[in-house]
């Protein structure tokens, strides 16, 4: 059965600082992967997605970046860090459209807060 | 470009009541509808997907139905219980199939 790794859960960093967070999916190949963010009080917003190794498809401007090395690992990343981006990052992946039933499937979400 | 809406905001009912959320989408070329719960502080756990060739989908005490011409779904929860209090999504993926939209959600809130 699939699975999906997100790391860590909660994160607390500076303003000014580095992020990398993680995400890893099992026992597929060749998802869709997808960063998603939700600020407080607020519906989700998609922040990147890729259908393949290095393809990276950016959905809103930001200091944030995200990079795909392997074919199952999505990494999110920012150099300095503003006191906007912190909320709820979620990341999840699916099939490519070429099945009938290709749901989304999400982490377990990391709480960054930036201070 | 789509743009999904939930309606209720937030819902409370009695313990026992049977109810229906609301999801509203701009755009009918969908690919499929996926409906979520997300309790607090954890990521979102798909309950029902429904394709665009579908009109409905059931899973237990929940029923899902998708009318694409007038860009509607609704979930309707049978018989709802105190641990069915979530904040519940629905999402629209594209016909390209890359992009899902997500709704703002509905937050329920059940009452024992």
């Known amino acids: 059965s699939q699975t999906i790794h997100q790391w860590p859960a909660t994160l607390v960093q500076p303003v000014g600082s580095p992020l990398s967070l993680e995400c890893t999916v099992e026992?597929?190949?060749?998802?869709?992967l997808y960063w998603y963010r939700q600020a407080a009080g607020r519906g989700l917003q998609l922040l990147f997605y890729?259908?393949?190794?290095?393809?990276i498809s950016s959905e809103v401007p930001q200091n944030l970046s995200a990079s795909r090395p392997q074919d199952r690992q999505f990494i999110l990343s920012s150099k300095k860090l503003l006191l906007s981006d912190s909320g709820f990052y979620l990341c999840?992946?699916?099939?490519?459209?070429?099945?009938?039933?290709?749901?989304?499937?999400f982490g377990n979400g990391t709480r960054l807060t930036v201070t | 470009k789509q743009e999904v809406t939930q309606i209720p905001a937030a819902l409370s009912v009695p313990e026992g009541e049977n109810l229906v959320l609301n999801c509203s989408f701009t755009?009918?070329?969908?690919?499929?509808l996926q409906w979520f719960r997300q309790d607090p502080g954890k990521g979102l756990t798909s309950l029902l997907l429904i394709q665009s060739s579908q009109r409905e989908q059931t899973s237990g005490r929940l029923n899902a139905s998708l009318d694409k011409s007038s860009g509607r779904s609704t979930l309707y929860i049978a018989a709802s219980q105190p641990g069915d209090s979530a904040t519940y999504l629905c999402a629209a993926r594209d016909n390209y199939g890359q992009n899902f939209v997500f709704g703002p959600g509905t937050r329920l809130s059940v009452l024992p």
């Open positions: 890729s259908v393949g190794i290095g393809q």
């Open positions: 026992g597929t190949s060749n998802p869709n």
């Open positions: 755009d009918s070329a969908i690919y499929n």
């Open positions: 999840a992946w699916s099939q490519p459209v070429v099945g009938a039933n290709s749901p989304l499937h």
